[in-house]
Nanobody, 117 residues
Framework: VQLQASGGGLVQTGGSLRLSCVVS????????MGWFRRAPGKEREFVAA????????YYAHSVKGRFTISRDIGKNTVYLQMNSLKPEDTAVYYC???????????WGQGTLVTVSS
């Protein structure tokens, strides 16, 4: 499984961005897709996840109500719509894929999101 993330950039506080992650390879093995982020000087943290088959979604408390994860099965793509961005959302965002073990074994290269105050 290969993951290619894109869509990061520089945005002002309160702005929006949409991240995309295209999945290729043995996609039939995927059970969950997730977004994680690593802010400067901090540990990587969970942001959001979606069950590939039924679209059930899960969010970190810090982004709930502002971020929306979705997927397009036909395009093998997962999205992260980020609204009302805050400076503390500044981070490198990574998409990841998990099989039936629910372990995120496959990772994309990361895309940088910078929110200016």
């Amino acid at each position: 499984v290969q993951l290619q993330a894109s869509g990061g950039g520089l945005v002002q506080t309160g702005g929006s961005l949409r991240l995309s992650c295209v999945v290729s390879g043995r996609t039939f093995n995927i059970y969950d897709m997730g977004w994680f982020r690593r802010a400067p000087g901090k540990e990587r943290e969970f942001v959001a996840a979606i069950t590939w088959s039924n679209g059930n979604s899960y969010y970190a408390h810090s982004v709930k109500g502002r971020f929306t994860i979705s997927r397009d099965i036909g395009k093998n793509t997962v999205y992260l719509q980020m609204n009302s961005l805050k400076p503390e959302d500044t981070a490198v965002y990574y998409c990841a894929a998990a099989g039936h073990s629910h372990d995120y074994d496959y990772w994309g290269q990361g895309t940088l999101v910078t929110v200016s105050s």
